[in-house]
T-cell receptor, first 113, second 113 residues
Framework: NAGVTQTPKFQVLKTGQSMTLQCAQD?????MYWYRQDPGMGLRLIYY???????DKGEVPNGYNVSRLNKREFSLRLESAAPSQTSVYFC????????????FGPGTRLTVT | EDQVTQSPEALRLQEGESSSLNCSYT??????LFWYRQDPGKGPEFLFT???AGEEKEKERLKATLTKKESFLHITAPKPEDSATYLC??????????????FGQGTILTVHP
């Protein structure tokens, strides 16, 4: 039981490049989330998917898109990376959206130059 | 707007020296308050969920308590392996924030042998 896995662990992009961060969970959870963590800002929600087939914006969605590929997988895409998107990205999952603890993956450290 | 403030920002303890971390919150109807532990370079690890004032949860040397305005994480006789950043988060009941966790900036705990 791996829990929540993320790939890649590290990535360096140039401004304007695109990339997709992958996330998968094996806990049969319905809900999945993408957060970014920045020094002094804490963890902030980018997008979430309450259940397979649905996605909703979080606190900081601009510059990102998401795809809930199936119940296990939730990807985050940066279409045109900007230096402001340099951050550590965490994927999380929970059994349901409301009142259930979220379990986090190990993170992807992204640097945009 | 939901807000979470954690104090102190950093706490240094000697092994065996008990103390408490504070999490003050403002939320329009609390659905749940969550405590996480985060080690350097890793994702947050779920510790506790508290739902209503007066509730307490314990795990090894940690005990979390909840009032209507704040939560405390009590650490009894800490060991060096308890060194980590401790994060507090709240989830509001309903509205446009449905499902969203609002995180505090964390308390960095260092326990010296």
């Amino acid at each position: 039981n791996a829990g929540v896995t993320q790939t890649p662990k590290f990535q360096v992009l140039k401004t304007g490049q695109s990339m997709t961060l992958q996330c998968a969970q094996d806990m049969n959870h319905n809900s999945m989330y993408w957060y970014r963590q920045d020094p002094g800002m804490g963890l902030r929600l980018i997008y979430y998917s309450a259940s397979e087939g649905t996605t909703d914006k979080g606190e900081v969605p601009n510059g990102y898109n998401v795809s809930r590929l199936n119940k296990r997988e939730f990807s985050l895409r940066l279409e045109s990376a900007a230096p402001s998107q340099t951050s550590v990205y965490f994927c999380a999952s929970s059994a349901k959206v409301a009142s259930y603890e979220q379990y986090f993956g190990p993170g992807t450290r992204l640097t945009v130059t | 707007e939901d807000q979470v403030t954690q104090s102190p920002e950093a706490l240094r303890l000697q092994e065996g020296e008990s103390s408490s971390l504070n999490c003050s919150y403002t939320v329009s109807g609390l659905r749940g308050l969550f405590w996480y532990r985060q080690d350097p370079g890793k994702g947050p690890e779920f510790l506790f969920t508290l739902y209503s004032a007066g509730e307490e949860k314990e795990k090894e040397r940690l005990k979390a308590t909840l009032t209507k305005k704040e939560s405390f994480l009590h650490i009894t006789a800490p060991k060096p392996e308890d060194s980590a950043t401790y994060l507090c988060a709240v989830q509001a009941a309903g509205g446009t924030s449905y499902g969203k966790l609002t995180f505090g900036q964390g308390t960095i705990l260092t326990v010296h042998p």
